[in-house]
């Protein structure tokens, strides 16, 4: 933290005296914009949408093919591959605001991982898993089979679990676990709870922090059911963001939340429906 110039009256002089620590309540008070946040996501999703391009033509793909671009096999291995290089961006954005903001990845709870913040983090994972079936079994007990119906349908082309369930081999099963419980947790963790929520809490507070950065959470995942399944989600691990200042244990939360649900989609797809 950079100290702090004060004038001592009647020496004529100034005695550089740091400011106590309870008064830093975020590492971007000072001089992290939400036009930043704004800008870098921006990068991100450009960045991926380009991506996809050279990835779907490498894997044979053909755009004035009549198939579905997605759904085809070229389609399916373009959107994996998006997504590594999606949370690589992520990582990659924020880590060039730190160091442009001379702070770092470290301030935002990105230290080395303690054998404690892992245990952590698994035993909320467990929780996190247990607020978003909650959520969705309430969602099927208060919404109707029609409307649950359509919201399926209006997100169909965006959801990961059907784009896993739809694919046949067992390595491009293993690239969107490895994407999912891997890669995503890290990025969107880094993103969202590193950059986004601080950036928010730093000027409107914690509270407004978890609503809004739970908000966007959800939103970059498209489709309104998920949308509603996410949003909590997405709050919750803010605040345990909030209460532990470590990433890792939301990276492990997030992470084992999504390894599962791929894995039962893997090996029990009776139990994930």
Known sequence: ??????????????????????RVRSPFRETWSLVN???????????ASLAFVPLFLAAGGDFTASQKTLLSRPGLIATIG???????LFVAVVAYLVRRYKTSLATI??????????LLGVGLG????????????????????QTVAHLREAGKDFDAGAMFGSLRSPWLRLAVLLGGAIAAPIGE???FRGLVYNALKARFGIGVGIVVSGLLFALIHIGPLALLIIFPMGM??????????????????????????????????????
């Open 189 to 191: 963790e880094v993103f």
């Open 37 to 47: 946040p704004f800008i870098a996501l921006q990068v991100v999703l450009i960045g």
């Open 109 to 118: 709870g990105l230290r080395a991982p303690t054998a404690r913040q892992i």
């Open 126 to 145: 467990m929780a996190l898993m247990f607020l978003s079936t909650l959520v969705e079994t309430s969602l099927m007990r208060l919404l109707s089979p």
């Open 82 to 88: 998006s997504l590594f290089v999606q949370n690589a």
């Open 236 to 273: 919750l691990l803010a605040y345990v963001y909030e209460r532990t200042k470590s990433l890792w244990v939301t990276i492990t939360m997030h992470a084992l939340n999504n390894g599962v649900s791929f894995l039962l989609l893997w090996y029990a797809p009776h139990l994930s429906k």
């Open 1 to 22: 933290l950079a100290a702090a110039s004060e004038p001592i009256a009647g020496e004529g002089a100034s005695i550089p005296i740091a400011p106590p620590f309870a």
